[in-house]
């Protein structure tokens, strides 16, 4: 597995191969094969855009359920996140440690609909101990990029 096209294509995906191949030292057509081979063995699963809510005024509300679970017996967390991967309103559902058992990132239209989803689906699933809810305000940075719109100043200051 090639780990440095992987981190290349996690920093910008939109490179094109003739530029892969020039940073990796590859011809075009190994570095065409290699991201084939990646996709096929479900290394990468999909390419996105990383979008600045604020600038095409997305009125969407996002929020983090934590969810206390209890396992169940035979295949522990699994088949709970399962189902919650399922509802269109979740974007991400991870295993954590700590606290609480499952970090579930939501979209609504509005805190109600969070809310509802949240009464309606994910609490009364069995073997759901307690939720927990928090609503997104602003983000800052995504997937390690700073979205906030102030430009950093990666300049060194010298004094002598």
Same mark, same amino acid.
């Given at each position: ?5 992987i981190s ?6 939109r490179l ?9 030292g ?7 094969e290699?991201?084939?081979?990646l996709?096929k063995n479900?290394?990468?699963?999909? *390419? ?22 209890t ?9 709970i996140? =399962?189902?919650? %991967? ?8 991870s295993l954590?440690?700590?606290? *609480?058992?499952?970090?579930? %990132? ?14 309606q =689906?994910l ?7 307690? %939720?927990? %809810? *928090?609503?997104?305000?602003?983000? *800052? ?8 719109g ?10 002598p």
């Amino acid at each position: 597995m090639n780990n440095k096209l992987i981190s290349l294509l996690k920093q910008n995906a939109r490179l094109s191969n003739e530029q892969l191949a020039v940073m990796l030292g590859m011809t075009v057509e190994q570095v065409a094969e290699e991201i084939q081979d990646l996709e096929k063995n479900g290394v990468i699963m999909g *390419y996105s855009a990383i979008v600045n809510a604020e600038k095409i005024a997305d009125e969407k509300v996002t929020a983090v359920i934590e969810l206390r679970v209890t396992p169940q017996k035979d295949c522990g967390f699994e088949e709970i996140a =399962r189902i919650i %991967t399922g509802y269109e309103e979740v974007e991400s559902v991870s295993l954590m440690a700590g606290a *609480y058992d499952l970090a579930v %990132t939501v979209k609504g239209n509005n805190v109600k609909d969070i809310a509802m989803f949240v009464a309606q =689906r994910l609490a009364p699933l069995s073997g759901v101990l307690s %939720t927990a %809810t *928090y609503f997104v305000l602003k983000t *800052y940075k995504e997937k390690g990029i700073s979205i906030s719109g102030e430009e950093k100043d990666e300049r060194e200051f010298f004094l002598p």
